[in-house]
Nanobody, 119 residues
Framework: QVQLVESGGGLVQPGGSLRLSCAAS????????ISWYRRAPGKQRELVAT???????NYADSAKGRFTISRDNAKNTVYLQMNNLKPEDTAFYSC?????????????WGQGTQVTVSS
């Protein structure tokens, strides 16, 4: 079992920055990847960024150059630093963790946090 708690969302003006946090607890050592997803109104959920247990990072094209995913192992927390935010970044952001339990891949989700980019 893994529990994820997101924080850091809010209202920001275009061009501004936010840092989202995803605090993990539980079977942390079994986590393979932690990802940030987002869902904008009327759109499908989109993968924004992923970091693996080995530290590899991947980004959606929309996030490259503006967002950075990182982790603090001491705090069991993954961050998503978002710079130069645009109105189209407005969405509900959720943290996802995947782990292999020896039999199947398991997915865990946090409760999510709203990001609104508007002047």
């Amino acid at each position: 079992q893994v529990q994820l708690v997101e924080s850091g969302g809010g209202l920001v003006q275009p061009g501004g920055s936010l840092r989202l946090s995803c605090a993990a607890s539980g079977s942390i050592s079994s986590i393979n990847t932690i990802s940030w997803y987002r869902r904008a109104p009327g759109k499908q959920r989109e993968l924004v960024a992923t970091i693996t247990s080995g530290g590899l990072r991947n980004y959606a094209d929309s996030a490259k150059g503006r967002f950075t995913i990182s982790r603090d192992n001491a705090k069991n927390t993954v961050y998503l630093q978002m710079n130069n935010l645009k109105p189209e970044d407005t969405a509900f952001y959720s943290c996802n963790a995947t782990l292999w339990n020896g039999i199947a891949w398991l997915n865990y989700w946090g409760q999510g946090t709203q990001v609104t980019v508007s002047s």
